[in-house]
């Protein structure tokens, strides 16, 4: 029997049942904390043997693909004989009792790590002393025990390798930038593409997937099959070995992007691959406002990109005219490597051209991408926006954005490089010498457009 599952509170051991529950507790509120916690934690760090069989019982799901509350964790258990030894469902429901509104897991975690290695420790110890007294062993046996015994309890307790083992930059592999597709997918980055419902973000990004000379993973919680059926047939993309896509009308809905079964396939695929998500709303339930939830989903995709994947997410643009580029916390932007807001210039919701904008880039891309649809291709148009003179990229940020304020012009332009002063003075200049209407709009808002004469121009 392993040591750690015959400790006694009445001994003395290190133990904090406090947060043993509220790990458990958190994780059965929201099963995005359960990453996070299971890179530091294993039941060993548990002292109570029904946490433990709790903890086991979330790892069978996670790695299953499947969702972690108080339902599947209860069904879990009663498969395995083990819910009414863990206190039945009513335990299961108490576990988050005087839990934080907002959990500290960082903290809780830190607690159990500490109390299990000094359990592991002492445990380690009180058989040593055990041998030596017996003095019936040869002594080389018992120190070679010993060594093993403590094999890894520094570095558990230290949370990973010391200061000083960790590796120059220039000896980690995949740090050279490259492409999927140049500029929009970076090997090995976090890529978002937002937009309006229907603007052609899903169709843009199997377009995408159905070119790539990599094997490709579509997790979707977001389309229907017969969608997906109609889409890969107007693409002209049969899926197969090299596109594989998890949708809910399979057995299992579509994992979550850190799920182990994805986390496995990427790390055996060479080359590495492009996972879609399609989309945030549908893979997080969460409050999209928060930033530190959101953050947290966030790190759930760049689990990929750190294994080498190129992971792109698919999002709605925000509601607010200050916000249109993506819906949610700031947090969302900071957290992305490059974001493309996705607009639909065809007549009746039809696909037809697409404009691309990059708001995010640490790349050094910037600018507009323009593609025109047609039979089942997405053909991007050679006219690199980027390249043009300032004076022409502001007015073809105004074209393209009618209406538009001074605050979302000036944000605009700087994501380009332009600089805030630069779009500032384009508009007051533009309003003084007639080129630029300025209307007042909906709360006394002012408005921007090009003058009729302006805004004739073909893009």
């Known amino acids: 029997m392993d040591p750690v599952s015959r400790v006694d509170l009445a001994h003395g051991l290190p133990v904090n049942a406090d947060a043993e529950r509220f790990v458990l507790g958190s994780i059965l509120m929201d099963d995005m904390f359960y990453p996070a916690a299971a890179a530091d934690l294993s039941a060993d760090d548990f002292s109570l043997e029904k946490h433990r069989r709790i903890w086991r019982r979330m790892a069978n799901l996670q790695e299953r693909g499947e969702r972690i509350d108080r339902v599947t964790v209860a069904n879990e258990l009663h498969n395995h004989d083990e819910l009414e030894a863990c206190g039945g469902l009513s335990y299961l429901v108490s576990l988050d009792d005087g839990l934080p509104q907002i959990p500290n897991l960082d903290s809780y975690v830190r607690i159990l790590h500490d109390k299990g290695t000094r359990r592991r420790i002492m445990y380690a110890c009180r058989d040593l002393n055990s041998r030596c007294a017996s003095e019936c062993e040869d002594l080389r046996d018992i120190i070679d025990s010993g060594q093993e015994l403590f094999t890894g309890i520094p570095a558990r307790a230290q949370g990973s390798r010391s200061i000083a083992d960790i590796p120059s930059v220039r000896d980690c592999a995949g740090g050279e930038v490259a492409y999927i597709r140049e500029p929009e997918l970076p090997r090995g980055s976090l890529v978002a593409l937002t937009g309006d419902a229907s603007s052609g973000k899903s169709t843009l990004a199997t377009a995408w997937a159905r070119d790539a000379a990599v094997p490709v993973l579509i997790l979707d919680r977001e389309n229907p099959l017969a969608i997906i059926r109609e889409r890969l047939a107007r693409l002209g993309s049969p899926d197969g070995p090299m596109l594989r896509i998890w949708g809910g009308w399979l057995t299992a809905e579509a994992p979550l992007p850190d799920a182990a079964v994805v ?166 200049d533009g309003v003084l010498s007639g080129a630029i209407q300025r209307q007042t709009g909906p709360g006394k808002t002012k408005r921007h457009y090009l003058s009729v004469s302006e805004g004739s121009d073909a893009d």
Not at 288 to 303: K, P, S, V, W, Y
Request: with cysteine; aromatic share 10%; proline share 2%.
């Open 263 to 428: 986390v496995d396939w990427v790390r055996t695929s060479d080359p590495k691959p492009l996972v879609i998500i399609d989309s945030l709303s549908a893979f997080y339930c969460g409050d999209q406002n928060d930033a530190g939830e959101m953050r947290i989903f966030l790190h759930r995709c760049r689990r990929l990109a750190d294994l080498g994947a190129t992971a792109l997410l698919i999002h709605h643009e925000g509601k607010a005219d200050t916000a249109k580029d993506y819906r949610g916390s700031s947090d969302f932007k900071a957290a992305i490597d490059c974001g493309y807001h996705v607009a639909n210039f065809g007549g009746d919701g039809r696909l037809d051209k697409l404009v691309l904008r990059c708001f995010k880039s640490r790349f050094g891309f910037s600018g507009e991408l323009s593609y025109e649809y047609a039979g089942g291709r997405f053909v991007r148009c050679k006219a690199a926006e980027s390249q043009e003179a300032p004076i022409e990229q502001l007015r073809r940020i105004l074209r393209l954005q009618p209406g538009i304020t001074a605050r979302q012009f000036e944000e605009l332009a700087n994501t380009r490089g332009l600089g805030r002063n630069r779009a500032r003075n384009y508009l007051a």
